[in-house]
Nanobody
């Protein structure tokens, strides 16, 4: 079973930036599409960005042009660069497989966008 550890969250002012990281155990990581998800209080978890094993990406409409997903297969790590952050981006962010059949979820990393 793959273990996922997210990091990089924090408190940031509107318009600021954060870079999230997700480290995965196991070499199987490199063969899977990976996704970043977020869950705001009282809301369902939603897909924010996805990157395929080959590096193709797609994004939820509300983060297009602001967020960038990338991966380093040598480090078994996927990243989410978040720019121009808005209060609505406040949530716990998670990574996992990008196409379902999920591994166990990690603890996530909290992002708070507030002045």
């Amino acid at each position: 079973q793959v273990q996922l550890v997210e990091s990089g969250g924090g408190l940031v002012q509107p318009g600021g930036s954060l870079r999230l990281s997700c480290a995965a155990s196991g070499s199987i990581f490199r063969f899977n599409a990976m996704g970043w998800y977020r869950q705001a209080p009282g809301k369902q978890r939603e897909l924010v960005a996805r990157i395929t094993a080959g590096g193709s990406t797609n994004y939820a409409d509300y983060v297009k042009g602001r967020f960038t997903v990338s991966r380093d297969n040598a480090k078994n790590t996927v990243y989410l660069q978040m720019n121009s952050l808005k209060p609505d981006d406040t949530a716990v962010y998670y990574c996992n497989k990008g196409l379902g059949n999920y591994w166990d979820w990690g603890q996530g990393t909290q992002v708070i966008v507030s002045s």
